[in-house]
């Protein structure tokens, strides 16, 4: 596969991007028939070619969450009207757009670890749940420093996972900031995780800043850690939410 690179204009990314299309077309063909598609990321182009050529044959498919954007039940939709149409011109009328991740293809079997908290746009969705306990074993493998076993058995009533900035709006802020405002009336502690690219100093985190008991998690570590691997979850009695970050 070719490479774009930051130096390359717009054009150039497609024309690369087309390029690679032509090399997926090629190692699909070759594997069929494709008995199961496994995928994350279905606003991406590559994974919506792939989903493009095996929709009219007996593939199974099998979405895999793409971090935040699954659980809030947003789809990262940044291209305006006008890049939509030129989006299908240069690629095809293949190019689509959905209501949530995960939704490219109908009948997809949605794969969470945290399927009960899946908005209601999933609930006419197969949902399975991926088991954490590799997944937190391939963690721990990583050498976290012995600093995070302070986060253990975590006082809060209320987790707040962010996301990127560009998955935040207007609606999930009022959310948020509600059941920030009902557990500092109840008097409980609000841990809040951020995003590792979500800067502290956003005007957005910060209209959600928590006046009373504030649980600052590191936003370096992946939020598995603080959820199976200590007893917070369990202490969560309202969850905003808990989402497995990128």
Known sequence: ?????????????LLVKKKNLRALAEIVEGLSPVKKFYYTCDWKVEAEY??????????????????????????KQ???????????????????????????NKGAKIHTILPELLPSVYDNDVKCKIDPSKLIAGLKTENFPDELA?????????????????????????MMRNQIDQAERHDSAVAIKKHPRTKSDDPIVQRLNVNGKLIDLPPEYPIELFVFDSNLYANVKETGLICISN
């Open 78 to 104: 940044c291209r305006s009207a006008v890049e939509r149409l030129f989006s299908r011109l240069f690629y095809g009328e293949w190019r689509v757009v959905i209501d949530a991740e995960g939704h490219l």
């Open 1 to 13: 596969f070719l490479e774009s690179y930051p130096d390359h204009n717009n054009i150039k990314r």
């Open 50 to 75: 792939i989903s493009h050529l095996l929709r009219d044959t007996d593939t199974e498919f099998h979405y895999y969450d793409d971090g935040m954007g699954t659980y809030i039940g947003n789809y």
């Open 150 to 174: 302070k986060y253990a058995d975590i006082p809060a009533e209320l987790l707040v996972a962010l996301p990127t900035v560009d998955e935040i709006n207007g609606a999930f802020v009022s």
